[in-house]
């Protein structure tokens, strides 16, 4: 199994759904991060997970809801999210919260109708 | 603010040399990353610099300057392979990774 894994790869949801990502990191880090990526534009930090406790949440709206029920496992629950949600969602992990080298995810591309 | 600037698209030839520049501001500086990504894919890690210089590492070497903000990346050799975006992020004081939005590299035969 190779280091960090995203499930689903695609995801279309409606305004009104609800919906989980999932992130599994097989590399033995104790961080792992949420960015959002959109076309041209830097990376946005949205959450870091530190052995397991939330230590960074960059005012990411509260339809945006994290869980990381331990250091392998991540997730991203979503609900009533709006157009401008649509983006690719990647995950990170890193053997501290001192992001040095960050292996990421292959992304989930999700586009809100 | 913080803030990383770098060219949003280049263009290179088969078999030639490009150099892809960056630069920050940073609340403290603790050094700085360069990531590959392939359209559709994860950035992957190609270079990290804290210390002034060039460190080379095959046919990519990574530059950095502390004192003018400044870093590039080298690939020589060019490859049709080599297309993708390329990530330059700065490590800040908090030990935070502040991204670029990429420059996207088109590789022409």
């Known amino acids: 199994e190779t280091g960090v894994t995203q499930t689903p790869r695609h995801l279309v949801m409606g305004m009104t759904n609800k919906k989980s990502l999932k992130c599994e990191q097989h590399l033995g880090h104790n961080a792992m991060y949420w960015y959002k990526q959109s076309a041209k534009k830097p990376l946005e930090l949205m959450f870091v997970y530190s052995l397991e406790e939330r230590v960074e949440n960059n005012s990411v709206p509260s339809r945006f809801s994290p869980e990381c029920p331990n250091s392998s496992h991540l997730f991203l629950h979503l609900h009533t999210l709006q157009p401008e949600d649509s983006a690719l969602y990647l995950c990170?992990?890193?053997?501290?919260?001192?992001?040095?080298?960050?292996?990421f995810g292959p992304g989930t591309r999700l586009t809100v109708t | 603010g913080q803030n990383i600037d770098q060219p949003t698209e280049m263009t290179a030839t088969e078999g030639a040399i490009v150099q892809i520049n960056c630069t920050y501001q940073t609340s403290g500086f603790n050094g700085l990353f360069w990531y590959q990504q392939h359209a559709g894919e994860a950035p992957t890690f190609l270079s990290y610099?804290?210390l002034d210089g060039l460190e080379e590492k095959g046919r990519f070497s990574s530059f950095l300057s502390r004192s003018k903000g400044y870093s590039y990346l080298l690939l020589k050799e060019l490859q049709m392979k080599d297309s993708a975006s390329y990530l330059c992020a700065a490590l800040d004081s908090n030990y935070q990774l502040i991204w670029g939005a990429g420059t996207k590299l088109i590789i022409k035969p």
């Open positions: 610099n804290v």
């Open positions: 990170a992990s890193s053997q501290s919260n001192e992001a040095y080298e960050q292996y």
